[in-house]
């Protein structure tokens, strides 16, 4: 049995809260700990336009400046040396050159990927699995991306990340790490060779 596995890759398997929470303070002179970040739409936290934010990432390197989360690599590796089919999907088709970026980070981090999905800043993360026949687990932060998978069915177990700004979805499975998430697919794996 192998699964399909879309791992996302802002706060899952790269810190971008961060370099993000720099370049807000620079852009908006206030400072707020990302760990207060409560709800997803920083533009409502920092009070300016989503435009204002985007520029503000672009000024500031956001993407250059992540750095990936401990054990992200690890988590990736294990779960394709177990047979899994391992895709990364991000929404960071607000950046220019968003996907050359992000495919030479994840080289240079050491990332060994199957495939990488770059959508919309407002694209339906489900819609792009569905269209790609589906997924057996999805690794988001996200509220919205695991509440469309939910509703779309196009993920058989959407797993959330906790993080700050998801503490209110409680209708998924939660992880707290990348590599506790890679202990769920382990034992999902050992029950159906069981079952
Ligand atoms: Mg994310």
Do not use: I, M, R, W
């Given at each position: 049995m192998t699964y399909r596995i879309v791992?996302?890759?802002d706060d899952v398997l790269c810190n971008l809260r961060e370099p993000m929470s720099d370049a807000l303070a620079k852009a908006t002179g206030k400072r707020l700990a990302w760990q207060n970040w409560t709800t997803y739409d920083?533009?409502?936290l920092y009070g300016v336009g989503l435009d204002h934010c985007l520029s503000a990432?672009?000024?500031?390197?956001?993407l250059e400046h992540a750095k990936p989360e401990p054990g992200a690599v690890d988590a990736v590796r294990v779960c394709r040396e177990l047979g899994?089919?391992?895709q990364v999907m991000t929404a960071r088709g607000w950046h220019p050159n968003g996907d050359a970026l992000t495919r030479s980070w994840l080289a240079a981090?050491?990332?060994v990927i199957d495939?990488?999905?770059v959508v919309g800043l407002h694209e339906s993360k489900a819609a792009a699995i569905g269209a790609a026949g589906g997924a057996d687990f999805?690794?988001?932060d996200s509220p919205r991306h695991i509440q469309e998978v939910m509703d779309a069915g196009t993920v058989v177990t959407p797993v959330v990340l906790c993080r700050p700004w998801n503490k209110h979805v409680t209708n998924a499975s939660r992880v707290r790490s990348n590599i506790e998430f890679c202990k769920l697919v382990m034992s999902r794996m050992a029950a159906e060779v069981v079952a």
């Open positions: 791992f996302d890759l920083l533009s409502v990432f672009l000024e500031h390197e956001v899994c089919e391992v981090h050491g990332f495939a990488l999905a999805l690794l988001d």
